[in-house]
Each structure stands twice: as structure tokens, then as C-alpha cells.
């Protein structure tokens, strides 16, 4: 599976922005896909996750009730709708997918996008 994400930018401090990943291969339906972030020395952290079905989904607490992962299967596309963001929210934004339930944990993921970046001004 190759991953490809996009729709990253530059946004005011509690503006928004809807991130995609497009995954080639006709096994997307098979794996559960999470977004995770990484700001520039930090380590990458866990944002959303969602289930192959789209039935389930799970956040990290900070972006709890501001974000909403979803995805298409038709398109072979996961989304990160992203609200009210903040400047500390500045970082790298990677897709991923896996087969494993442990969705919080990035060495879990067994392929991931090459990133896209948001910048949150303030």
C-alpha cells in the first residue's frame, strides 16, 4: 500500500483544514488507518485512528471534539477534518495503516505517507 497525503497549509490560529490520504492498492478496505504528527523535535505522536470499516474510530485526548477522522473505501481516501486549531498543533501530519488494533502506537503501522505540513499561526 502506498499512501499519499495532502491538504496541508498554512491557517490562523482556530481555523480549519481537511487533510486527505490517498492509498494505492486494493487491500485499503483491509487495514484501519490513523493520522499521527510530529513537530520539528518532538516524537511522533498519535492523532486519530479508524477502523477498516469506518464503524469505529478513536482520538487522542487534545484534538477529542476539534477533529474528525473518516474515510471512503470507494475512493481508497482517509480524511482529518481539523477545527479550531491551535499553534501547538503545528507539525508534520502522516497517514498510516495497519492491521493492528493497537492504533496508538506508530511501530504498529505498517506503511505510512510521506507527511504533509500544517502550520498554525497565532
Known amino acids: 500500500v502506498q499512501l499519499q497525503a495532502s491538504g496541508g497549509g498554512l491557517v490562523q490560529a482556530g481555523g480549519s483544514l481537511r487533510l486527505s490520504c490517498v492509498a494505492s492498492?486494493?487491500?485499503?478496505?483491509?487495514?484501519?488507518m490513523g493520522w499521527f504528527r510530529q513537530a520539528p523535535g518532538k516524537e511522533r505522536e498519535f492523532v486519530a485512528a479508524?477502523?477498516?470499516?469506518?464503524?469505529?474510530?478513536y482520538y487522542a485526548g487534545s484534538v477529542k471534539g476539534r477533529f474528525t477522522i473518516s474515510r471512503s473505501n470507494a475512493k481508497n481516501t482517509v480524511y482529518l477534518h481539523m477545527n479550531s486549531l491551535k499553534p501547538e498543533e503545528t507539525a508534520v501530519y502522516h497517514c498510516?495503516?495497519?492491521?493492528?488494533?493497537?492504533?496508538?502506537?506508530?511501530?504498529?503501522?505498517?506503511?505510512w505517507g510521506q507527511g504533509t505540513l500544517v502550520t498554525v499561526s497565532s
Open positions: 498510516a495503516a495497519t492491521y493492528s488494533g493497537r492504533y496508538y502506537l506508530p511501530a504498529e503501522y505498517d506503511y
Open positions: 492498492g486494493r487491500t485499503f478496505s483491509s487495514y484501519a
Open positions: 479508524i477502523s477498516w470499516s469506518g464503524s469505529s474510530t
